[in-house]
């Protein structure tokens, strides 16, 4: 009988169809209980290795000394490195520091795009182009941003100088002055992220139906109303997305303007934890001291994670 | 309550003109039904009611006071949105209430009214609940309550069944207009289902296009269709349309199909027409010499329990060109009927169930009247259709 003979097809037809499960799931079974947790391989073994281990690795540091030379053993010191650093005017002033950026951080980071980003919706089509202006500065490294600021801010050559000088005011030098410098890394800090922030409240926004708002009109709210009893409630999961991960973000990202724009300085006046925290590792190698502040600031981070949540989380909005 | 005026009111989206010379009043206490197709323009007419939209001219009045520039949280107009819109971060309670919270009313004032307006629709016992716990029926109650509860001027629902499944359709449309005859107050409901329109409406308008068609009583539009668009588009199956032409032979005018010929009025235009024939206008058997009578083939049969729709397939006329096809009408017979697909009957219409348009889609009043057929007219009286629109209603 020839292979393409219309009996051969109907046979094939009739085979059950292959199983699609791989190998190992095939060999387990479908029901086994090992088989959800192959299905998480890969996502526990990267955690495991870029999250888990070193922070378990940065625990074991913190209690060793040690300065990054192989050839020198590490030894056990227990928490002396915790009481070191806690006790360093350096922790302290990085800590206020620290206080202030995320102090700053809320007005200005988290709730200053609500009112932009409401504006721009209630535009509808025509707030696209201030909407792209506004993402811009986003898209921008962090190093050139830095880069730009350095040269506007100059205080012998820079643009900003000359600005004020037509305006007959003398610009001081803000990087070079302990009160100002951190307020200059906020400033920028902040317009870098303003856009950011405004998109995801856009989005946020997106999600309430026109249709409340229609209502809520038709109840005889005005726009005051409308966005004290309808928007903000609605957009508290945004909110508190933003919040969140802005104050994260915040230690993270103003590393590289502090490093690039004042190393720190004036008097540590603008080094925040992050910046400590690199300064004891890899400026003067203590790597115990490092991993310390490490763990402390892990710790903080946790401590306003879990405040947030008791505090706003049961305020927010979830479901529509 | 109040009389709602809309006087040359046209609405356009940049080049997209939506409603054109739109002039409507509503009288105190009508519940008119605003009725058409997607994109006829209704719901953009309810909208510019309620101060949703600006007309791009015209103007609006609500008791004989201009509020074409009243922002609509001054119009004191109540609105069923179709996805009801209720707040979802509040509870029901706080939806009913809110309107009334803003007016400043004691809390125990408003904790009353929203009792009493959620007694009414029977859902007292919901109050706590948030939006997403209630079902859609609950939901469209809801939005009802929270529409009377502030005593507006008027009410206007903006398709507010379109959500529900056809039995609490049925239910809720009957509680919707029991609940405005009750209060008294004027209503404009935008719907594009034709069976609310009828059995809800003082008056329905029809609409196409961003104009209004024809404005009547649910029984004058269904009985006097003023166009082939209010004809077919009011009543379900629609009304059976036959393409034809108006022809003035031999000293005598007739109207000629490729599957029937009917004498008309000497006075009746030549040119393209169509014949329109309600589907319940359709009865079995041999009528009167006078009547309408064709020959048709059952193509299908669908037994609805009470009644039963029939596809007929009619005969093209010897001088007909072959490559036509055969005129299809579809009969609404009142019961069960044993037929089957290929039966050959002989069915009849009486001529003042017969509507004839011209061809711009306008009826021809007079064209089916013909002095022979007068005694005829007196005898039926469109008694059969009057029966078939209360069946069908």
Same mark, same amino acid.
């Given at each position: ?320 | ?97 809110? !309107?009334?919270? +803003?007016?400043?009313? #004691?809390?125990?004032? @408003?904790?009353? =009214? *929203?009792?009493? &307006? /959620? ?111 209010? !004809?077919?588009? +009011?009543?379900?199956? #629609?009304?059976?349309? @036959?393409?034809? =032409? *108006?022809?003035? &032979? /031999? ?125 005829? =007219? ?16």
């Amino acid at each position: 009988m020839s292979m393409l003979s219309p009996s051969t097809g109907a046979t094939l037809n009739a085979v059950a169809p292959a199983r699609r499960d791989g190998w190992l799931v095939s060999r387990l079974g479908a029901e086994s209980a090992l088989v959800p947790w192959l299905y998480l391989v890969p996502t526990l073994i990267l955690l495991a290795l870029f999250t888990y281990w070193p922070l378990l690795q940065t625990a074991y540091l913190s209690l060793v000394d040690w300065n990054m030379n192989p050839s020198q053993p590490t030894q056990f010191v227990g928490t002396e490195n915790y009481g070191r650093v806690f006790g360093s005017t350096l922790f302290q002033t990085a800590l206020l520091n620290t206080v202030i950026y995320i102090g700053a951080s809320i007005p200005l980071k988290v709730l200053l795009p609500i009112p932009v980003a409401v504006f721009l919706w209630s535009l509808g089509t025509r707030g696209h182009f201030y909407r792209a202006i506004l993402f811009l500065p986003t898209l921008i490294s962090f190093v050139v941003v830095g880069v730009a600021f350095l040269w506007i801010l100059n205080p012998i050559f820079g643009y900003a100088k000359q600005f004020f000088a037509l305006a007959g005011y003398r610009l001081p030098n803000l990087l070079a002055d302990p009160d100002a410098a951190i307020w200059v890394i906020i400033g920028i800090s902040t317009w870098k992220v303003l856009g950011f922030n405004m998109l995801i409240y856009l989005a946020g926004l997106a999600s309430i139906n026109r249709e409340y708002i229609e209502a809520m009109r038709m109840d005889g709210a005005g726009d005051l109303t409308i966005f004290r009893r309808l928007i903000w409630p609605l957009l508290t999961p945004t909110l508190m997305f933003v919040m969140i991960s802005t104050i994260i973000f915040t230690m993270q990202q103003v590393f590289t303007p502090i490093d690039l724009m004042t190393e720190g300085g004036p008097s540590n006046s603008t080094t925040n934890l992050f910046y400590m925290i690199y300064q004891y590792s890899f400026v003067t190698f203590d790597v115990g001291g490092g991993a310390a502040g490490t763990m402390m600031l892990f710790a903080l981070l946790m401590i306003l994670a879990l405040l947030q949540i008791r505090l706003f989380d049961r305020r927010a909005h979830y479901k529509q | 309550m109040a009389t709602i005026a809309f006087n040359n009111i046209c609405k356009s989206f940049g080049e997209n003109q939506v409603v054109r010379d739109f002039n409507l009043t509503i009288e105190d206490g009508e519940f008119v039904v605003l009725v058409g197709p997607s994109g006829c323009g209704k719901t953009t007419s309810l909208r510019m009611l309620a101060g949703l939209e600006a007309p791009t001219s015209g103007r609006i009045a609500l008791n004989n006071v201009d509020i074409t520039d009243v922002p609509s949280k001054a119009r004191e107009l109540a609105m069923v949105f179709q996805s009801y819109a209720l707040y979802p971060h509040m509870s029901v309670a706080d939806n009913i209430g809110f !309107a009334l919270s +803003l007016q400043k009313r #004691p809390a125990q004032a @408003i904790r009353a =009214e *929203v009792l009493a &307006a /959620a007694k009414r629709l029977e859902i007292d016992h919901l109050l706590a609940r948030k939006p997403r716990e209630l079902s859609g029926g609950q939901r469209q109650r809801v939005a009802v309550a929270r529409a009377i509860v502030r005593q507006p001027q008027a009410f206007l629902f903006d398709e507010p069944l379109s959500n529900l499944d056809a039995k609490l359709r049925h239910s809720a449309r009957v509680e919707i207009r029991k609940l405005q005859q009750q209060l008294g107050t004027t209503a404009l409901y935008v719907t594009h289902d034709q069976i609310e329109a009828m059995t809800m409406a003082d008056r329905i308008v029809v609409m196409e296009g961003g104009c209004i068609r024809q404005v009547g009583t649910p029984m004058e539009l269904y009985m006097h269709p003023n166009s082939v668009f209010v !004809a077919s588009f +009011l009543g379900a199956p #629609p009304t059976n349309c @036959i393409a034809g =032409e *108006v022809v003035h &032979a /031999a000293g005598s005018v007739q109207f000629c199909s490729d599957s029937l010929n009917l004498a008309l009025h000497p006075e009746t235009p030549r040119g393209p027409a169509t014949l329109g024939i309600r589907p319940e206008s359709l009865q079995p058997g041999e009528g009167m010499a006078a009547h309408l009578q064709l020959q048709g083939a059952v193509r299908f049969v669908e037994a609805l329990g009470a009644e039963t729709l029939v596809d007929l397939s009619i005969a093209r006329q010897s001088g007909a060109p072959h490559q036509a096809p055969p005129t299809e009408l579809t009969a609404r017979l009142p019961g069960h009927h044993c037929l089957t697909s290929g039966d050959i009957l002989p069915f009849h219409v009486a001529r003042q169930d017969l509507r004839l348009f011209g061809s711009d889609g306008n009826v021809l009043a007079d064209a089916i009247k013909t002095p022979d057929h007068a005694a005829d =007219e007196q005898m039926g009286d469109g008694g059969g259709l009057q029966r078939a629109v209360a069946e069908y209603v």
